[in-house]
């Protein structure tokens, strides 16, 4: 199964959204409904860009990721008032570089021990935030993969969006309340099962078998949900209800990554050491 099939597949199912969501505009109006219009707009142009950055190649992969994880850190460093944002992207320019140079070792090890001097002067937070939004976020373009990646892309980020649609659906037992009350477990269950059930329908795209790419999709997702939980967990300490504003309907880039930069890690294990 090829990328081509993927997006074909991608953009269906946006089209079928979209077709839904201006059905419920005119039938059911209400702020759940606006909001999920909002969100199926901002996918428009979400999926666009990962299509066109995989269509050009390996080199605007690796541009559109790294531009997305300097506008993560530079939400993360504003809302957190941890540091400077601009010698931040020195950290951004390694990492890639490294990456673009298949120089896995020094990028497996480089810097989470560089970005240490941050930690020896206090700054923990920042570490943190440096260590999400670059060296995690990276791990999704070292699958060095066209289909691969956007498999993964497909599978975590339609766990969110069903985690979003059965919470709002069924949804009633938060998982962590004094952390995120939106967060439920019958949106946690929905969103896995859902997501795992496409992921291993599309196993094609993977050199997985069917069972074996369940239990991908089953670990990504899970973790896509402690990253989600994470930074809920930040924005609650610090005041604030998303990270940005700059995706309408999402918040900011790092409200709509943050499930990405803690599932990156894990998938790019599993397909380098199961198959």
């Not at 791990?139 to 059965?166: H, K």
Request: net charge positive; charged share 10%.
């Amino acid at each position: 199964m090829s990328s081509p099939v993927l997006l074909g597949f991608v953009f269906g199912a946006l089209l079928a959204a979209t077709i839904i969501g201006q059905i419920l505009r005119r039938t059911h109006p209400s702020a759940t409904v606006s909001n999920m219009n909002e969100r199926i707009a901002t996918w428009w142009v979400l999926c666009g860009l990962t299509a066109l950055a995989l269509t050009i190649g390996d080199i605007a992969v690796m541009v559109v990721f790294a531009v997305f994880s300097g506008l993560a850190l530079r939400e993360f460093v504003t809302v957190t008032h941890s540091g400077v944002f601009w010698p931040c992207l020195v950290f951004v320019a390694v990492q890639y570089g490294l990456l673009w140079g298949r120089s896995f070792g020094l990028f497996v090890f480089l810097l989470p021990v560089a970005a240490l001097v941050v930690a020896w002067r206090g700054r923990f937070v920042l570490y943190f935030g440096v260590m999400v939004c670059v060296y995690c976020f990276s791990y999704a373009p070292a699958v060095r993969n066209d289909t691969l990646l956007f498999y993964f892309l497909i599978v975590v980020e339609l766990s969110d969006v069903m985690q979003w649609v059965w919470g709002k659906l069924l949804g009633s037992r938060p998982v962590a309340p004094r952390i995120s009350p939106q967060k439920t477990w019958e949106g946690l269950i929905g969103g896995v099962l859902t997501a795992s059930a496409v992921g291993t329908a599309l196993y094609r795209a993977t050199p997985f078998s069917p069972a074996v790419a369940a239990v991908v999709c089953v670990a990504v997702t899970l973790a896509g949900f402690a990253g989600g939980l994470a930074m809920s967990a930040v924005k609650r300490r610090y005041g604030v209800k998303d990270f940005g504003t700059i995706l309408r309907g999402h918040g900011g880039v790092l409200d709509r990554i943050d499930s990405l930069c803690f599932a990156a890690p894990v998938f790019f294990y599993l397909t380098r050491y199961l198959p």
